[in-house]
């Protein structure tokens, strides 16, 4: 049985739980203090909630972080300096210039592993392919429903309540997009990461009354020819921000422990 660390109580880690493929099981979860409780009462008392990874007696097979981008400032290095594998799917912490060299010197030092899960997107193995031959321009284009927008910047920029059609609230880079929209758009950062980088990456956030669905499109011209991708997101119904397919990509990488023997890498 392998058995996995989380990092987060919420929506998308509670998908994960009820999704966990077979010879998986969840050891401990990361998780703040008033979480701890529930987690305890969690899988007959088998789930060890923590407050900080550091804290886990055991040997981890993997560390799952689907909490928030602090969440990756606050516990990446100190996983990936004990040797851990640490999959984020808070991908656009790594935004932040400084974070991502502090926690890749961590992995080399530690010789642990950083794993970017390819979230709500498709097409990151054709991205970084393509990457190989010279890239032109990366276009990410985001639509999403009001509610789905809730709670991030665009409040402030668009009236989420009254809006009438579907309405551009943000263009810029993806380091500019994955650290005003910590919530939003990590998927710009897991397309930055795997193509142009995150300056160079274009990015465009719409809010769209007449969606129910998180619409991810890409667009990447290089040597290689073009290609285009529209993909149509059913959002998590506990959390409109979050679409499915990312708490799947967290589901698969479970699914290697035990399918082609990541944990034995
Ligand atoms: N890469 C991608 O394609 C996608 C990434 N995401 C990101 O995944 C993450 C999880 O999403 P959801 O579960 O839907 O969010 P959520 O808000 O439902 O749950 C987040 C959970 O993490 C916990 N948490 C946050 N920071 C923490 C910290 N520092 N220490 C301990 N616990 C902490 C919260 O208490 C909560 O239980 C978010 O950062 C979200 O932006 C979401 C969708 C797509
Ligand atoms: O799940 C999504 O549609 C995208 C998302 O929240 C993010 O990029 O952070």
């Not at 990874?53 to 689907?66: A, K, R, Y």
């Not at 990936?80 to 656009?92: D, E, F, V």
């Not at 097409?123 to 010279?134: I, K, P, Q, T, V």
């Amino acid at each position: 049985m392998k058995k996995i660390m989380m990092i987060g109580f919420g929506a998308m880690a509670h998908e994960v739980m009820a999704r966990l493929p077979q010879g998986v099981s969840v050891g401990w979860i990361v998780a703040r203090p008033h979480h701890h409780q529930a987690i305890s009462q969690l899988c007959d008392g088998q789930l060890i909630p923590l407050t900080h990874p550091d804290e886990c007696q055991g040997q981890p097979d993997l560390v799952l972080e689907c909490a928030s981008q602090k969440a990756v400032n606050e516990y990446g290095e100190s996983v990936l300096n004990r040797g851990w594998k640490l999959a984020l799917i808070s991908t656009g912490a790594l935004a932040d210039a400084g974070l991502f060299y502090r926690l890749r010197q961590a992995a080399l030092q530690g010789k642990g592993e950083l794993i970017i899960l390819s979230g709500a997107v498709a097409g990151m193995d054709g991205l970084s392919a393509a990457r190989e031959g010279g890239l032109d321009n990366v276009t990410y284009i985001s639509r999403k429903s009001p509610a789905s927008w809730r709670g991030s910047p665009a409040e402030q920029r668009v009236d989420l309540d009254n809006i009438a059609q579907a309405t551009t609230f943000f263009e810029g880079s993806a380091r500019e997009a994955a650290s005003s929209f910590p919530a939003n758009a990590n998927v710009a950062a897991t397309i930055a990461l795997m193509g142009i980088g995150m300056d160079k990456t274009r990015v465009q956030m719409i809010v769209d009354p007449d969606t129910q669905k998180n619409t991810h499109k890409i667009h990447v011209a290089g040597r290689f020819g073009e290609f285009d991708i529209e993909l149509n997101g059913q959002p998590l119904a506990t959390n409109p921000k979050t679409s499915t397919l990312a708490a799947l990509s967290a589901v698969q990488i479970c699914r290697r422990l035990v399918s082609d023997g990541l944990a034995d890498e």
